[in-house]
């Protein structure tokens, strides 16, 4: 079986900072990773995903996050914050990809200030 | 491309009515769709696997005769919550599978209110 933990149900920074959204799993066998936005009332978005090969993966809106086997680490982080990155942000595990059940953490409420 | 819509987005019933949950691919078949449910301030949690043209499978703890899916066709999938009670109301997201790039895409979710 497959679990994710998000550490910080709420993170704030300030315009233009860093952003680090933390995330952890366990898995049996070798993961796929997942990271999703989810804005107000609205349904979920994929920011970027890992499969396999390269381990730094870059997505959508300037997100990236690298799979560190050694700390079972998925961690999402963006050089600069926006005001538009303000929503909340979920990691998924699947064992066999997208095709098969995701497993998804408590969610990370991103709250962006000037 | 790969949108997801839901209808409707929000409803309101009744205690011990029926409601019904719309899940439609627009411009892709899914064979396969997944319904979830969010509690407030919580992660989504997947209720079943809807398979196109046979039974849904059901996660662990969700009723099958509470929470009927249908997914009659290649675009379509439905839930229906029968004698919806209180405890009941969440927000339920769909996805759809798109097979060409087997990505899970999500719907914008419905928001069940039970009175």
């Known amino acids: 079986a497959q679990s994710v933990t998000q550490l910080g149900s709420h993170v704030s920074v300030s315009e233009g900072a860093l952003v680090l959204l933390r995330c952890n799993y366990s898995s049996s066998v070798p993961p796929y990773l997942f990271w999703y936005v989810q804005y107000p009332n609205q349904g979920l978005q994929l920011l970027l995903k890992y499969t396999t090969g390269a381990t730094l993966v870059k997505g959508i809106n300037g997100f990236e996050a690298e799979f560190k086997k050694s700390e079972t680490s998925f961690h999402l982080t963006k050089p600069s914050a926006h005001m538009s990155d303000a929503a909340e942000y979920f990691c998924?595990?699947?064992?066999?990809?997208?095709?098969?059940?995701?497993?998804f953490g408590t969610g990370t409420r991103l709250q962006v200030t000037l | 491309g790969a949108v997801v819509s839901q209808h409707p987005s929000w409803v309101i019933c009744k205690s011990g009515t029926s409601v019904k949950i719309e899940c439609r691919s627009l411009d892709f078949q899914a064979t396969t769709m997944f319904w979830y449910r969010q509690f407030p301030k919580q992660s989504l949690m997947l209720m079943a696997t809807?398979?196109?043209?046979?039974?849904?499978?059901?996660e662990q703890g969700v009723e099958k005769d509470k929470f009927l899916i249908n997914h009659a066709s290649l675009t379509l999938s439905t839930l229906t919550v029968t004698s919806a009670h209180p405890e009941d109301s969440s927000f339920y997201i769909c996805s759809a599978l798109q097979g060409a790039t087997y990505e899970q895409y999500f719907g914008p979710g419905t928001r069940l209110t039970v009175t």
């Open positions: 998924a595990v699947s064992v066999y990809g997208t095709a098969s059940k995701l497993t």
């Open positions: 809807s398979n196109e043209g046979s039974k849904a499978t059901y």
